[in-house]
């Protein structure tokens, strides 16, 4: 039991995702009746609901590694840019005749290279992530151009293709790729010390320095996973279009990956976190994307949808739902004295 | 900075404890405010259960109790933060009912926090009239608000610049600011909230100038403290609570101190006596050797020789520079001039980590910002340095880690409903006690106590010393800062006294007692002849 708690979040505090889950994807399912229809052809899994998990992909990888950064009290905005440099390495590396493996292993080091730069930033030099981020967020388009040389490069090579387009078990590669981070990231911080660590620094990383925790490395941990997880969601958006784009690459990706963690539950100040409910913040957000695709809306439409969908569902997050009901459980009780109140059903645990 | 006029008190005038003054007659025995029956419930709890309070025109009557007596919740309801569940409340013999802190106010009860609760941001003329300027053409007339703030500022001996701004201004003078603004809001009942934890001994005194001013005024101070010292330099009458229940109200004249702590635990305690008993001289040698270490602006070169098994307390005025010590001493200010040695071999200290490393223990003075990680659960707090220590590579599991915090919950009587709750929902003692477990699991050599007894109540106190003593029975060396200099003597085997950022003198033996730290403090620089003279 003890082992398996470490891992499963506490239901009762997953409620909100939960159910804003379950929402979205039962007004999925009334716009689009065959939502949930999944056929195997060609040993591949087809069907909207798959799509979410697989166009879900990038936003779910960033926001694995946004999580760590965000429970340290920090943030990092380069994770869009950082997608770009790693979708231009690995074009680059390919098209000049390496192969598949060692392409991706470069642009998956040239990743955590960029989080280590930003940890260097945020932990030694004491910069604000805000602003220490923001520098590689705006550099690094300019960094993937000069490796692309301004171009958009486009490749052939199957295996690196197959990362976005490959199947396993019938699962879409990027599913696949998404579950295992999300596994190694949770066995990496969850059954060493370092999860701990790092909810102690983001909740008073004074403290915890006198305590003795080496901060600087763990923050710089912190920062290198989220580089590396935005290297990662870069190769496979690289290899979805057959080409790295510098200009367009995870373009605002990061805006959607800060929102899934919020939605996951991770206060952007710091301290505890959940890298599960993360996950499922990310796949909220697609499944509305995906939602809004098929009712035949409009896609400008999209984004204020989404907007009144975030909203909501922050708002059930807060503690305003639990206030509302006391008050009206209150003036229930004053105009009806004799009624006693019912049983504690104040949800929404913050 | 701050008054000009701030009168030039020797400590040893205060540290008279029996400076009891003498009530003002003139006011009789004139019921200013009457509580009677009071009842607060909270869940499971009653915070106030049927408690009578009687404050007279003209007094200051001290509210006393252990945390969670009922003294914060007693105010609440007084101020009307909380509602009441039973009694009544009447002032000037007229039943009233505030229903927040501003119809409190205008009823006549003005309240000031020990943080204060004004603008940092806006100017000291703009604090003091904030939301009832001086107009003129409908504009506010700056230059008139001045002129009355001024005014208004004088009695209490703060001729200040009243267009700067409040955060400029230290604790104890932005206090004063929030007293004067009750005042002038026709307050006749002040409520002094901890008002002197953050003050050193002479702004405490300028706050008792004020206060015995405003008492010959015909002004009623409820005065709630920790320092008994205080309670019995200023206060008239007391009133004791203890679990919510009033316990008794007595003249400070009747209530000898150990019959007031008494009161306070309902138990017998001798603890709280300082007495000090010889342990004898210790001949070993010293674990840490510290020679003319020191660093720029924060705390002049000093030697110092720290040996197992002994207490040196480090007494000094706030600002004296002793929590500055303390952090050079743990590596976190790091030292620009003069080495370590342990065992004869030299080190750098570069950070807390390499004093870990060397078996150092540090408890901040404020616990909330520097050591407690407060959402964190006690069971976590408690492993944290041990687990930092340990690496992130090698986890604690969860049975170790709830074996150990369930020890030392044992070992301390840290009370908690559960060692997986937050420890910011602890009281202050009982953090300090998860902070000193947090150290104990490490079986440090050398433990630096920073202020371990500020802010908590007097039987978590007496707890605290008592482990003291134990822990240094058992071989373990502690460096104790504290104000309580009767604490200090009651365990130092050597006290180090600072002044201005400088060890001025060495006391050891005999010749520890509050007198001659005092008399050191208050010769105001180093004398010829002592051990640990500052060196240049």
Known sequence: MSTLSKFAPNWRQALPQIIALAAVLLADWLIFPDFFQVRLQDSHLFGSIVDVFNRGAPVAILSIGMTLVIATRGIDLSVGAVMAIAGAVAATLINSGHSMPVAVLVALAVGIGCGLWNGLLVAVLDIQPIVATLILMVAGRGIAQLITEGQIVTFNDPDLIAVATGSFLGLPMPVVITLLMLAITILLFRTTALGLFIEAIGINRLSSTYAGVNTRIVLAIAYAWCGLTASVAGVIAAANIKGADANNAGLWLELDAILAVVIGGTSLFGGRFRLFLSFIGAIIIQAMNTGILLSGFKPEFNLIVKAIVIIVILIMQSDAPALVLNRYRLWRERNAPRRTAPGNTAGGAA | ?536
Not at chain 2, 245 to 271: C, I, T, W
Not at chain 2, 519 to 524: G, M, P, Y
């Open chain 2, 1 to 536: 900075m701050a008054a000009t006029t701030m009168p030039d008190i020797g400590i040893a005038s205060y540290n008279g404890a029996q400076a009891a003054a003498p009530t003002a007659v003139a006011f009789g025995d004139a019921t200013l405010l009457a509580i009677t029956g009071l009842s607060k419930n909270f869940p499971g709890v009653k915070a106030l259960d049927q408690v009578d309070f009687t404050l007279r025109a003209g007094e200051v009557h001290a509210l006393l109790g252990e945390n969670g007596a009922g003294k914060s919740t007693l105010i609440k309801v007084l101020t009307g933060i909380y509602g009441r569940d039973g009694g009544s409340i009447s002032l000037n013999g007229q039943e009233i009912n505030a229903r927040d802190v501003a119809e409190a106010q205008r009823l006549g009860i003005g309240t000031v926090y020990q943080e204060v609760n004004l603008l940092p941001n806006l100017s000291v003329a703009e604090n003091l009239y904030l939301g009832r300027q001086p107009r003129r053409f409908g504009l506010v007339d700056s230059r008139a608000m001045r002129r009355q703030a001024e005014a208004l500022l004088r009695p209490y001996g703060l001729e200040i610049d009243c267009d700067a701004l409040l955060g400029d201004y230290s604790v104890a003078v932005q206090q004063l600011i929030a007293i004067a603004r009750a005042i002038d809001l026709s307050a006749r009942v002040l409520i002094l909230d901890e008002p002197t934890a953050s003050l050193d001994r002479h702004e405490v005194e300028l706050l008792f100038s004020t206060m015995r001013r405003l008492r010959a005024q015909g002004v009623g101070i409820i005065f709630v403290t920790h320092f008994l010292d205080q309670v019995y330099a200023i206060a008239d009458r007391i009133t004791v609570l203890r679990n919510g229940k009033r316990v008794g109200e007595r003249a400070v004249a009747d209530l000898p101190r150990l019959d007031l702590v008494q009161m306070m635990l309902g138990k017998e305690l001798s603890a709280v006596e300082s007495t000090r008993e010889d342990r004898g001289q210790k001949l070993a040698e010293a674990g840490v050797s510290y020679r003319g270490y020191g660093r720029k602006r924060l705390v002049q070169p000093f030697d110092l020789d720290i040996r197992p098994g002994e207490v040196i307390g480090i007494a000094g005025l706030l600002g004296s520079g002793r929590t500055e010590t303390a952090k050079l001493l743990f590596g976190i200010e790091r030292a620009d001039c003069g080495r370590i040695s342990i065992a004869g071999k030299d080190l750098r200290l570069r950070g807390p980590r390499d004093a870990i490393a060397q078996g150092f223990g540090f408890c901040p003075e404020d616990r909330k910002t520097e050591g407690i990680v407060g959402e964190l659960s006690v069971r976590e707090n408690i492993i944290l340095a041990l687990q930092a220590r340990r690496g992130w590579l090698k986890p604690l599991s969860r049975r170790e880690m709830r074996e150990i915090a369930d020890r030392f919950v044992a070992r301390l009587d840290i009370r908690t409903s559960d060692v997986e709750k937050p420890i910011q929902f602890l009281s202050g003692g009982n953090q300090q006690k998860a902070l000193l477990a947090r150290w104990l699991a490490m079986d440090p050599k050398i433990l630096i106590l920073d202020e371990p007894t500020r802010g908590i109540d007097v039987g978590a106190h007496a707890e605290i010393i008592r482990l003291i003593e134990e822990l240094c029975r058992h071989g373990m060396s502690l460096v104790v800062i504290s104000s309580e200099l009767d604490e200090i003597v009651s365990y130092s085997d050597r006290v180090i006294v600072l002044v201005d950022r400088q060890h001025i003198g060495m006391l050891q033996g005999n010749e520890i007692s509050t007198a001659a730290i005092i008399r050191h403090i208050a010769a105001d620089g180093p004398k010829p002849g002592d051990s640990t003279q500052a060196a240049e």
